[in-house]
C-alpha cells in the first residue's frame, strides 16, 4: 500500500516537473525594450573658423583688440596668449574676431599674431565710424615757437688795395770798383799782400 502511493507521488511529480518544462519553453525570451516611438538625434554644429594667440609671434605678451583694422583705431581689449575667439572675416592685415562686452561686440586683431583655424575668412569692410587713437594735430603757438626766422646779412664792402710798389736799383756797372777793376781781383790782391806781410814778420822774429 505504501509502495503505490509512492509510485502516484513520483508519477505526479514527474507530471507537474513535464508541465512546468514545456510552459517555460513556450513564452518569448525578452532581453531588450525597444523604443516604439523615433528619439531624436543630438549632432553638435560644426564649428565655424577661429583664431588662437599665438605666443611665438607676440613674445609671450597679450594682443591688442582694436575697434578697427589699424593700429591707429582705439584699444577696446586685449586676448591673452592661447585664448581663442571667434573669427568673423579679415580686412588687409587684420581679422575681425567676436569681442562681447563691448559695443556691437566685435573687434580686430593684428593677423601675424594669431593663428587662423576651422576654415577660410571672407573679406569684410572696416567700420565707418573706426576713429584713429592718436589725432596728428599741432598746436600752431607751441611750433610758433620753433620756427626760425633767418636775418638777412649784409656782406663786407670789398675795398680794392693800393696798386703794389715796387722799389726799383740801378746797376752799378756788373761788381767793378771805380776804373773797371773786378771787386774780386781786389779781395785777392788783398788776401795775398796780408800773407806776404805776415811770412815777413815771422823770418824777423826767426
Known sequence: ???????????????????????????????????TVDIPTVTSSPRGPYVIVDGSMSGGEPINVRAGPSGLTEK????????EAAAIGKYENYIQIEYPGVAGGKGWVYAPLVILLGGDLPLVEPPPTSTPQTT???????AAQFIITAQPTRLPTFTEPAPLMIATFESNGGGTVTGGIPIGFVIIALALLGIF????????RG
Open 197 to 204: 806781410l805776415g811770412f815777413i814778420s815771422i823770418m824777423r
Open 76 to 83: 577696446i581689449g586685449i586676448l591673452l596668449v592661447g585664448q
Open 1 to 35: 500500500m505504501c509502495k503505490n502511493k509512492l509510485l502516484k507521488i513520483a508519477i505526479l511529480l514527474v507530471i507537474v516537473s513535464g508541465l512546468f518544462l514545456i510552459s517555460f519553453q513556450s513564452r518569448p525570451v525578452v532581453l531588450g525594450q525597444f523604443p
Open 136 to 142: 596728428k594735430t599741432i598746436d600752431p603757438t607751441l
